[in-house]
């Protein structure tokens, strides 16, 4: 032994994780998200409620429906790491402030994308009714430039 020789300088130190919650997360818990996952489902909801008022091309929508499936497999699989970046792709693949001259016409969202947005909205403890406001009016494809 080098030094002193104590015996405490032999002994490698012990690390111990503790997990601390509040009272208020007993509420998120029996819906298997615990705390720290609050902020991920507000933002998801939020992006969400956003994407019931875009108005953006076909082939767009058809991009969102396949992240759409990945937030239904991350709620699913209670994965908020994947929530957390399908709701991040989500907020990406929304509409575009500047639109080409001659750009592909803009749409609200098709029926069956609508109906799983408000699932989600549903699945993450929102209410679709109160999310939803007039298509267009959120953010379109055909913003100022």
């Known amino acids: 032994m080098i030094g002193h020789g104590s015996r405490r300088d032999s002994v490698p ?5 503790v997990t601390l ?12 998200w615990n ?4 902020g ?3 933002e998801a909801l939020d992006v969400i409620s956003d994407a019931l008022q875009w108005t ?20 699913a699989a209670n994965d908020t790491e994947a929530l ?19 750009a592909v016409p803009v749409v609200p969202p098709p029926p069956a994308i609508r109906d799983r947005l408000n699932r ?11 999310h939803q406001a007039e298509p267009g009016r959120a953010g379109s494809d055909e913003g100022a430039g």
């Open 13 to 17: 130190p012990q690390r111990i994780f």
């Open 120 to 130: 989600l909205v549903h699945s993450l403890g929102g209410s679709p009714e109160a």
């Open 35 to 38: 705390s720290p996952d609050a």
């Open 56 to 75: 953006l091309a076909d082939a767009r929508w058809a991009a969102i429906e396949e992240v759409l499936a990945a937030m239904d497999a991350a709620l």
């Open 40 to 42: 991920t489902r507000t």
């Open 21 to 32: 919650s509040s009272m208020s997360s007993l509420d998120n818990s029996a819906r298997g």
């Open 84 to 102: 957390a970046a399908a709701t991040a792709d989500l907020e990406l693949a929304g509409p575009v402030r500047i639109t080409r001259i001659g």
